[in-house]
């Protein structure tokens, strides 16, 4: 509503300091007052979402930044508050102002702050598992994979053994034992699409980071053969 006073960050996106515009996150009312660093702006006309309302005013000809860029030249003088767009926004020459109105540079990607990185001793850590391939894991579960439907059965009932907290006593440093069942496997195309898949998706859940070891369990008359699962997951 007009004369509704609000803080610009709350209705629009400033994305860096000394910037000429901010972009609206909503409609923004003409007669809305935005506040910012100890200014108050009074918006002039409609600002329509993700448009750019002046957090400053521009002279004509002279450069109008936007995430520290020049996104174009003023062709009309621009007062604060007031909708940029392409009646008063335009390319101009690309000519920097002063300095004899020299021709801006085309280099890119050359402004690159200096990061100031942790040290080790102040670097954050958490109780996690390295594996041997560099990946880290949250959890420590032994996974039982089954290679067939018909071992499935056989992968749950070792799963259901350490269901219980008794059963894990003897080992604190295992979160628990997944059962990897499923209903294929079996009458299936060798290296067909659906035996390439099933065998990427088991090896990738017998090598998930969540894992810290693994047993695959197969009837042995099935397509989706033990050995050549491993071979070709590199298990």
């Not at 090896?203 to 693994?214: D, E, K, L, R």
Request: glycine share 12%.
């Amino acid at each position: 509503m007009p004369d509704e006073e609000m803080a610009l960050d709350r209705a629009a996106i400033l994305l860096r300091e000394g910037d000429d515009v901010a972009v609206a996150r909503q409609r923004i009312p003409a007669g809305s007052v935005l506040t910012h660093a100890g200014r108050a702006l009074r918006v002039t006309a409609d600002i329509p979402p993700g448009h750019k309302v002046a957090v400053c005013a521009v002279r004509q000809g002279d450069p109008v930044r936007k995430y520290g860029q020049i996104i174009g030249y003023a062709t009309a003088p621009i007062a604060e508050g007031e909708w940029v767009h392409t009646r008063n926004l335009g390319f101009g020459e690309g000519r920097e102002p002063g300095a004899g109105g020299l021709h801006l540079s085309c280099e890119f990607s050359s402004d690159i702050p200096t990061v100031d990185y942790y040290p080790p001793e102040r670097a954050r850590t958490f109780p996690g598992f390295l594996r041997s391939d560099g990946r880290v894991g949250t959890r420590n579960y032994v996974a039982l994979v089954a290679t067939v439907n018909c071992s499935s059965g056989l992968v749950q009932a070792i799963a259901d053994h350490f269901r219980s907290p008794e059963a894990l006593r003897n080992f604190p440093g295992v979160d628990g034992v997944l059962p990897v069942a499923h209903t294929s496997g079996c009458g299936m195309q060798l290296n067909g699409l659906g035996y390439d898949q099933l065998q990427r998706t088991l090896g990738g859940m017998a090598t998930h980071p969540n894992v810290g070891s693994y047993l695959i369990a197969g009837l042995g008359c099935e397509m989706n053969q033990t050995r050549a699962m491993i071979r070709s997951q590199g298990l």
